[in-house]
């Protein structure tokens, strides 16, 4: 196992925690695609600087200009992702936000892995997948009851 890997994983994903309820209030202060293009910008430049300072160089954006534009989907899928937890943090909450969130990402992951797709080596479905995928999903549902 990586090491670094879990704890950025772990760390975004309290992260992502607090980005439902923080951009939740953003979006009902200055509405749901106003906070999305907002926070858009703020990501851009963050990345635009952690590129310049990590590889001294541009030169990635170039390199992903040059990739298949089915990879540039990413972009896309994130601004979804963005404008799904303002537009739901305040109205359904932060927990079942993040609950649904969580649940579709396990889905969708399990599929992927299990079918192989955007060229992920195949990986099994057992029975504790399934059983987790339902846990998961009761705990979803559960997360939304108020």
């Not at 109205?91 to 955007?118: E, P, Y």
């Not at 846990?135 to 979803?140: E, I, K, R, S």
């Amino acid at each position: 196992m990586n090491g670094f890997a879990i704890v950025l994983s772990l760390t975004a994903g309290l992260a992502g925690g607090m980005q439902v309820a923080v951009m939740a209030r953003l979006g009902e202060r200055i509405g749901s695609l106003e906070a999305l293009a907002f926070a858009a910008v703020v990501t851009a430049m963050i990345a635009a600087a952690v590129l310049l300072v990590a590889r001294q160089s541009w030169s990635g954006y170039a390199a992903a200009a040059r990739e298949p534009v089915w990879l540039w989907s990413g972009g896309a899928l994130g601004a979804l992702i963005i404008l799904a937890i303002t537009y739901g943090g305040s109205r359904l909450g932060t927990t079942g936000t993040v609950a649904l969130l969580i649940a579709g990402n396990l889905a969708a992951a399990v599929a992927i892995d299990r079918l192989g797709w955007f060229g992920i080596e195949r990986v099994g479905l057992h029975w504790y997948r399934v059983l987790g995928l339902v846990l998961l999903g009761a705990g979803a549902a559960l997360a939304l009851r108020k």
